[in-house]
């Protein structure tokens, strides 16, 4: 996000601002933060007329029904302070966004952009300052049980604390495994926290009549101790006294783990005495007189895996329950063909989070219907042989493989059915894909400026929009061009050999140019009249602040 105002601060410059912020020696209850914002922000941020970039969140483009992630450029026409919205105009969207020209924006989605209209008087490193600080202190210092347990001095007990915290998790003084888990922990709270708030509501607006079941009730109980636990353990990794025991405990442990080499662990399920003896004996052909460890969980391997060990899946189903972050270089593969060996996830954002230097795994099915990303890449090399993702198509936001800036992936003889984007590469990607078929989706590939693409004698069909979309902000075309592979020869970083297309509904490829660029003159735009003017009907739809497990890493 080149066109945007950011900010690198230290702690110490952040605890000061927040000191202006919350002025004064009195107690701040929890309860009254949201008042002292309000006040704060209207005194130093510009209430109208800049532009901004709109990161619309998972549960927004979800209700819209438009990929995730969206951004687009937005003109703000007036921000409301006592309840921190804005309404915006939309001034430009990716060809694949289809939404209203004005919605209501929580401030935290708005991002200021540095080029603006210098006929409109501005101040905007204050306005993007102030947006920065705000952002930052609900995404990173608010915990989902702040506002249950509203202390009498919020500021005292946790702006200070909470502050250190984020420092030591960005700066490396806190373990990447508990970095990951810390991650894992805040996460999984912030889905409790929407999905108990949601059960509330919905209790709440039932008629009086109708006889609530008590697997209800016992559901929101079961979210209430999960939170409490969560809260439990982030409050004591919170305090650095307690922290510092926590880790040295954690180091002996893990000194222990450091001289264990490499192994081999088979992960079984309950079977019957011939089926374990049949797959004793598959294991004795491919791995002759090699010590191996025996467990019954693949959750719990994952957690504890040892640089470059071999995990060995039984035929079966095996569950990840919660988001699954492999910060190792791994090899996992199933015994027998991937219609034997499925792992299917409970996480509902995403299922395997993907650190590792180089993590590979063959023959197994991964069921993600129930999951938002199936498997994320975010450093290191992801490699796929032989293996099956399934999604579900029914929502907008419901992606596949999503490979960040400076990771690969490499999938050969897969098959990937059922997701809104199969493969999605972000800007300084690779991606190599051999003997694949992508189907059924709405995008097979989606990739954005300098991302490199390679695929060879591979399928892509039956997509419900293209087979590939290419999003870049160059200028290859006068105008969105579509039609067949071969309009994708003049993209840089593309390779394509023998790749078909079939019963692609809109085309097999398209070549998006789109610009997050700001205006320098307003009135150059068609619409900006009506901006002006408040008669003009239009769809106002306010949403809560919600953000992604994406956006959320520090």
């Known amino acids: 996000m080149d066109q945007v105002i950011i900010f690198d601060k230290s702690l110490q410059v952040r605890l000061e601002e927040y000191k202006k912020v919350f002025y004064g020696s009195d107690p701040l209850p929890y309860s009254k933060i949201k008042n002292d914002w309000s006040y704060y922000l209207e005194l130093v941020m510009d209430p109208n007329g800049w532009q901004a970039v709109w990161k619309i969140p998972r549960v927004k483009c979800e209700k819209l029904q438009i990929p995730f992630p969206s951004m687009v450029l937005v003109y703000v026409i007036q921000v409301y302070f006592p309840n921190l919205t804005a309404k915006v105009q939309i001034l430009s969207v990716p060809v694949d966004v289809h939404i209203h020209d004005k919605h209501f924006v929580p401030l935290d989605q708005l991002w200021a952009t540095k080029i603006q209209d210098k006929t409109i008087g501005l101040n905007m490193n204050m306005t993007a300052d102030a947006l920065d600080m705000y952002r930052f202190f609900y995404i990173y210092l608010v915990m989902p049980w702040d506002e249950d347990e509203d202390s009498a001095d919020w500021k005292t007990e946790h702006l200070t604390t909470r502050l250190r915290f984020y420092y030591d998790l960005r ?105 374990y003896i049949n797959l004793l004996q598959l294991v004795q052909e491919l791995y002759k007189n090699q010590p191996i460890k025996i467990r019954p969980n693949l959750m719990a391997r994952l957690d504890s895996s040892i640089e470059k060990d071999t995990i060995l899946l039984a035929p079966g189903t095996h569950t990840i329950k919660f988001e699954g972050a492999l910060l190792k270089s791994i090899f996992i593969n199933g015994l027998g063909s991937p219609h034997q060996v499925q792992i299917a996830s409970m996480a509902e954002n995403v299922m395997l989070d993907c650190l590792g230097h180089l993590i590979e795994m063959e023959n197994i099915t991964f069921n993600c219907q129930t999951t938002q990303c199936a498997i994320l890449v975010r450093t290191g090399k992801v490699k796929l042989t032989n293996c099956k993702l399934i999604g579900n198509t029914s929502s907008s936001t419901h992606n596949g493989i ?8 490499e999938l050969i003889s897969c098959e990937l059915v059922g997701f809104f984007t199969a493969v999605i590469g972000n800007s300084g990607a690779e991606i190599i894909m051999s003997n694949c078929t992508l189907k059924e989706a709405f995008y097979g590939v989606k990739v954005h400026d300098d991302c490199k693409l390679t695929i060879r004698s591979s399928v892509i069909c039956d997509c419900k929009e293209y087979g590939i979309l290419v999003e870049t902000e160059r200028k290859l075309y006068q105008e969105n061009c579509s039609g067949s592979f071969d309009i994708l020869k003049s993209v840089p970083n593309m390779r394509l050999e023998s790749l078909q297309g079939e019963k692609n509904q809109k085309g097999d490829a398209i070549v998006e140019t789109f610009q997050i660029e700001a205006m320098k003159d307003l009135f150059e735009f068609p619409d900006f009249g009506t901006i002006m003017d408040e008669s003009v009907e239009s769809d106002f739809q306010q949403d809560e602040i919600n953000s992604t497990v994406i956006e959320n890493r520090i």
């Open 171 to 275: 700066n490396g003084k806190i373990p990447p495994a508990v970095c990951e888990h810390v991650f894992s922990l805040l996460n999984e709270a912030r889905r409790i926290s929407s999905k108990r708030e949601a059960l509330i509501n919905k209790c709440e607006n039932w008629d009086s009549d109708t006889e609530l079941e008590d697997s209800q009730f016992d559901e929101i109980a079961e979210l209430n101790v999960r939170l409490i636990e969560i809260q439990n353990e982030i409050s004591l990794l919170e305090n650095e006294l307690f922290r510092k025991v926590i880790l040295k405990r954690q180091q002996v442990s893990g000194t222990i783990e450091l001289n264990d080499k490499p192994g081999i662990v088979m992960i079984c399920n309950e079977d019957t005495t011939e089926n």
């Open 402 to 409: 999503l490979v960040l800036k400076g990771a690969a992936l």
